[in-house]
């Protein structure tokens, strides 16, 4: 993993393939790019821990996390998967762990800039419904088998 | 159920959740862009595993989810279904049957991402009832 940290640029070129910010429009991304702040966490650190007050939205760009609620391992996420946003719509404590597992670097979006776009921008907020939509099929599957 | 003049309608759309932001000249545009369905007791409206037939708001009465004819959940005034299998263009995972008479509002499948588009506060409404949703699904699990 490289140590420089990212120009606007590049923000902007990463973000482009994560499927959460697909179709949003050029002036939502150049602020996501703007606002988006990089974070590196070495294997085996906690990005973000259970029952804490959510204060952002995790884009992984590198590396891979694993999504832990007690010691259940609910999910593995890698490059284009993103975390945190239930805390950032609901305001609501972190209802899971989220863990490291190999050296990882994330984008991260505060709380506040996240909700000012979602308000602002109709494609991303149908991304994200989508996103949480997915999830709520996979974790009925998953409770079902 | 009685018959709800247009002026009634209005006004139990308004109280609704989904629609709370929406001024009232707002809320008389939905109103003309879906259109109002009534149904028996006992009525299939969504059936798991046929492609789906599109958005529900409850207006008055109630439905039952079920999932291989077990009854996972109910669904009251102001509540909405459908949308899942619309957004993701999957088969509903869910029969939805009417447990009492119902009163709904309907949108066809393909209808609805436009409808969102145009009522960004219905948008941010539906956002965060589905994060509850993901939130409780989670809960259910631990």
């Not at chain 1, 609620?69 to 805390?87: I, K, M, V, Y």
């Not at chain 2, 539906?126 to 409780?136: C, P, Q, V, W």
């Amino acid at each position: 993993m490289r140590n420089m940290s990212l120009s606007d640029e590049e923000k902007t070129a990463a973000l482009a393939h994560v499927p959460l910010f697909s179709g949003i429009s050029f002036e939502s991304m150049s602020r996501l790019a703007a606002a988006a702040g990089e974070q590196d966490f070495a294997a085996g650190q906690f990005i973000v821990r259970q029952g804490q007050i959510g204060t952002g939205l995790y884009i992984v760009l590198e590396g891979a996390v694993r999504v832990l609620r007690g010691s259940d391992e609910l999910a593995d996420l890698g490059p284009g998967d993103f975390f945190g946003e239930l805390s950032v719509i609901d305001q609501q404590p972190r209802n899971a762990s989220v863990q490291a597992i190999a050296d990882t670097r994330c984008l991260s979006l505060a709380s506040w800039e996240l909700l000012q776009l979602l308000q602002t921008d109709t494609a991303l907020s149908l991304n994200l419904i989508r996103g949480l939509v997915t999830r709520i099929r996979e974790y009925g599957e998953h409770h079902r088998h | 159920m009685s018959a709800m003049s247009q002026q009634e309608l209005f006004d139990t759309l308004s109280g609704l959740a989904l629609f709370a932001d929406l001024s009232r000249p707002q809320v008389e545009a939905v109103a003309h862009q879906m259109t109002e369905e009534s149904y028996p007791t006992g009525q299939r409206i969504l059936r798991q595993g046929f492609t789906g037939t599109g958005f529900y708001v409850i207006v008055e009465g109630e439905v039952a989810i079920k999932i291989d004819g077990d009854e996972i959940a109910r669904l009251g005034k102001g509540d909405f279904f459908g949308e899942m299998s619309i957004l993701l263009g999957e088969p509903p995972v869910a029969d939805v049957v009417t447990t009492r008479q119902l009163r709904a509002l309907h949108l066809g499948g393909p209808e609805l991402e436009g409808f969102l588009r145009e009522n960004p506060s219905v948008m941010y409404r539906m956002l965060k009832s589905i994060a509850l949703r993901l939130r409780n699904a989670n809960r259910w699990r631990s």
